[in-house]
């Protein structure tokens, strides 16, 4: 790593707690607007969720992602995990059942409770 990037680095880290909580902020619009629907569940009593990512399980979620996109809602599918060994072990239906449905929500550092609200209420719409 270069010292320009690792300034960069410590920069941001240490805005790292706020960027998480802003995700937390996110994610909790997201839990409320669309808890009918089918999606990751950890116990927030053991862990501390980051949410990199907030998923999402959909049928037809290829036409879904179309509709979104052309709508400006940049979501995204995640490559399908059902092939690879590790989980093949676990159990490949489940794994590929997930693949298969899973809709990556936008949140990041700059997603606003607004947009948030607004992208839950959309997906609402198209099931």
Not at 55 to 78: F, P, Q, S, Y
Not at 79 to 100: F, H, L, N, T
Not at 104 to 112: A, G, S, V
Request: glycine letters at 2%; hydrophobic letters at 40%; one cysteine or more.
């Amino acid at each position: 790593m270069s010292d320009v990037h690792a300034a960069i680095a410590l920069s941001q880290l240490s805005r790292l707690d706020s960027y998480v909580e802003h995700r937390r902020t996110i994610a909790k619009v997201y839990d409320e607007k669309l808890s009918k629907l089918e999606k990751q569940v950890f116990d927030s009593s053991k862990y501390h969720h980051n949410y990199f990512l907030y998923g999402v399980l959909v049928e037809d979620r290829d036409r879904i992602i179309r509709k979104l996109n052309d709508l400006g809602i940049t979501v995204k599918a995640w490559a399908s995990i059902a092939g690879q060994e590790c989980y093949q072990r676990i159990d490949p239906e489940v794994s590929k059942y997930v693949a298969d449905r899973v809709l990556l929500l936008p949140i990041n550092n700059r997603t606003t409770v607004e947009e948030a609200e607004y992208v839950s209420e959309t997906i609402l719409s198209l099931l």
